[in-house]
């Protein structure tokens, strides 16, 4: 008998399963396919990562350099080493978690889990036995999957989603993306950078989903288009088709029926929970209209022992919200209070420059009739920027009007992604922007501007 079987060894599923061993607790994580992460790991945040550094790296070569004076000629994209690197990266990292499972006694099953009771989950495996665990509770954490676009049908060789985007054994000629949020934008970014023509096409008159601070949505579109991504927003896709190796897609747009030809389209429109064929039926849990299962602040479902966190869940769909809800969730198994604080967990898109953000919009704020101030300060000001040669975009801070606690912030410049990492602590232990203005912070680092747009909060920014 487990005291805990987690279904999904993703972000969520395999860093609860740990925690749960470090608890004392025998545990079981199942896991669908050959190697444990999930798509994070596998299919998904690190290859894209490994690609985006490595097209970055490419990109600054033949065009950046030259700026330092380091002149270099015969600039040689090895695309087939490329791919190999990350494919390195990815399986490096695998192998560490199922390290980690022995070390923390979690027992590691490939196969496919379905529930049958609430005690029992019956695994298909690998080898082609079935096997029955009992067990006291159910974690599930099975992520999501993308999702499809009516009138495009994937073909994973011209046509792909996310997945077979970070496969292209060529480069591209004409890639074109839809959707413009961040699968779309990253993935649109690499190939870019590597030589190919990119077009997105995006539903929403905006990009980022619509969600992003107004400055950072507009400087992003304003910096994406001067890379060279075309945009095409605002516009409906009614079809894909491929003929002899070219797609054809078409959209409307204001009215008009438009199309492009390409000879690759990535569909990247966001994803979905996977909560298919795992048994939910056989303990009476359904999901909701969006097809999320519904969880208390506990993480526990409408049936007695079943928990789930993650994608699976209403909520942001990010693997380190997903860590955070396991680790929560187990936790609170045994006793040990723990909450997330959703308003303190950042999102970061890693296009260049990197887009980070955590806590209120200008506009959510505006709506809510919430009185702020806001500071904001230019990366152009700061001289390890100007060291780097990366001096694009700025940091945004949102303070309430009486109390200068910090509602939200938004970063658009280099290594957004780590800067973000101060405000989001700040907003968990509600703190002001005084405080982060009167906190030392090294000279000459980038983090100098998120304590000058602190400072600017009050008006009194000390070198801008």
């Known amino acids: ?24 607790m025998k545990v079981a994580c199942v896991e669908r396919y050959p190697t444990f992460g999930g798509t994070c790991l596998n299919v998904g945040c690190i290859p894209s990562k490994a690609l985006l550094e490595s097209s970055e790296r490419f990109e600054e070569a033949r065009h950046h350099l030259g700026d330092h004076g380091v002149d270099v000629e015969g600039v040689k994209l090895d695309l ?24 923390n006694g979690v027992e590691g099953i490939h196969g496919w889990a379905t529930i049958k009771d609430r005690n029992t989950v019956e695994v298909n495996g690998d080898d082609g ?3 029955t665990l009992e067990t006291k509770r159910i974690l599930i954490a099975t992520g999501s999957k993308p999702i499809p676009l009516p009138g495009v049908e994937l073909d994973k060789e011209r046509i792909v989603d ?47 989903g ?3 601070d107004k400055d950072v949505e507009r400087l992003a579109k304003r910096t994406f288009s001067k890379q060279g991504i075309e945009f095409e927003l605002d516009a409906k896709v009614t079809g894909a088709s491929v003929d002899d190796g070219e797609v054809t897609v078409t959209f409307e747009q204001k009215g008009e029926e438009k199309s492009l030809t390409c000879d690759r389209l990535l569909v990247g429109i966001g994803r979905r929970p996977f909560t298919e064929n795992l048994g939910l039926e056989n303990i009476g849990l359904e999901t909701n209209d969006r097809g999320f299962i519904e969880v208390d602040e506990h993480y526990k479902t409408s049936v007695d022992g079943v928990y789930a966190v993650g994608d699976v869940i209403p909520g942001p769909m990010l693997a380190h919200l997903a860590e955070h809800e396991g680790v929560v969730c187990v936790e609170r ?17 890693y296009t260049h420059p990197e887009i980070a953000s955590v806590g209120k919009t200008e506009e ?18 700061n001289g390890r920027a100007r060291a780097l040669n990366d001096t694009e975009g700025f940091v945004k801070i949102l303070a309430d009007k009486e109390t200068d606690q910090i509602l939200g912030a938004h ?8 800067l973000i990492a101060e405000l989001a602590v700040a907003v968990e232990f509600h703190g002001s922007a005084e405080d982060i203005a009167r906190s030392s912070h090294a000279h000459p680092t980038l983090a100098e501007v998120v304590k000058e747009a602190a400072l600017a909060v009050d008006g009194r920014p000390l070198n801008g």
């Open 364 to 381: 959510e704020l505006k709506e809510a009739g919430v009185e702020y101030r806001a500071g904001k300060f230019s990366f152009k000001a």
């Open 129 to 131: 036995e079935t096997k």
């Open 1 to 24: 008998m487990y005291d805990l079987v987690v279904i999904g060894a993703g972000p969520g599923g395999y860093i609860a399963a740990i925690r749960a061993g470090q608890l004392g």
């Open 162 to 208: 996310s997945t077979g985007a970070l496969e292209f054994d060529e480069v591209p000629e004409h890639l074109v993306v839809i959707g413009a949020g961040v699968i779309g934008l990253e993935l649109g970014s690499v190939w870019r950078r590597l030589g190919a023509k990119v077009t997105v096409i995006e539903y929403l008159p905006k990009i980022l």
């Open 411 to 418: 970063i658009i410049g280099p290594r957004a992604g780590d």
């Open 80 to 103: 087939e080493k490329m791919l190999h690197r990350k494919e390195e990266i990815v399986g490096g990292l695998v192998q560490g978690i199922a390290f980690l499972f022995e070390k």
């Open 210 to 212: 619509g969600r992003a």
């Open 333 to 349: 198994m045994n006793d040990i209070a723990g909450h997330v604080n959703y308003e303190a967990v950042p999102d970061v898109v």
